[in-house]
């Protein structure tokens, strides 16, 4: 276990729609990654927060946003679902932002589309 | 940009022989390395990292990771397979010393290790 929280485990929805994954960091990481693992792209790194502020931007859509908020918890929020967001989503933290630390990951967020 | 090369997508190994999984990077200046290794739906976990230092880095599980800087590499062994090894490999760099820095990730390795 990573100490890394992720909710929910698995979400299925339809296309148009919204929803919102979370995540709580390990106690005491100021870092928040967010990462989307599909077949096709493999693991892309979308966004990261450190310490409430936005850090690092990735290959994030548009029509995807985040934030973390003053407990250091995250959301990640997807807009005008389509099929091909259907990937799992993790969550990672560190306790700063340097290259060297370590990330830690969470268990995940299974999104399907249909 | 920094990027991150698995070479092979599937290793196959018996249980008790030596295994290696292999990775090669592109960055500018020095590199921060990582092997993380994925169970079926399951996150991440972390393995070992290389900064600085001994080119051999011992990690979780008895694995280690040798890092050559003239070859760009930094190989996953380690000396004895078992079966519960088998699990999807990621290598991934971070190329800068301070900043934001996110982890490029390899397509990664299928580690299959039969008994």
């Known amino acids: 276990d990573s100490g890394v929280t992720q909710t929910p485990k698995h979400l299925i929805t339809a296309t148009g729609q919204r929803v919102t994954l979370r995540c709580s960091p390990r106690?005491?990481?100021?870092?928040v990654y967010w990462y989307q693992q599909s077949l096709d792209q493999g693991l892309q790194f979308l966004i990261q927060y450190y310490n409430g502020e936005e850090r690092a931007k990735g290959n994030i859509l548009e029509r995807f946003s985040a934030q973390q908020f003053p407990d250091l918890h995250s959301e990640l929020n997807l807009s005008s679902l389509e099929l091909g967001d259907s990937a799992l989503y993790f969550c990672a933290s560190s306790v700063g932002s340097w290259g060297a630390d370590t990330q830690y990951f969470g268990p995940g967020t299974r999104l399907t589309v249909l | 940009a920094q990027s991150v090369a698995q070479p092979e997508d599937q290793v196959n190994v018996a249980e008790g022989n030596p295994l290696t999984v292999k990775c090669t990077y592109s960055?500018?200046?020095?590199?921060?390395l990582f092997w993380y290794v994925q169970y079926p739906n399951r996150g991440l976990q972390f393995l070992l990292k290389y900064i600085t230092g001994d080119n051999l880095v011992k990690g979780s599980y008895g694995f280690e990771a040798e890092f050559n800087k003239s070859q760009t590499s930094f190989h996953l062994k380690k000396p004895s397979a078992l079966v519960s090894d088998s699990a999807l490999y990621f290598c991934?760099?971070?190329?800068?010393?301070?900043?934001?820095?996110?982890?490029?990730f390899g397509k990664g390795t299928r580690l299959s290790v039969i008994a």
């Open positions: 991934a760099v971070s190329g800068i010393r301070s900043g934001n820095t996110p982890l490029v």
């Open positions: 106690s005491g990481d100021l870092s």
């Open positions: 960055v500018s200046g020095n590199p921060y």
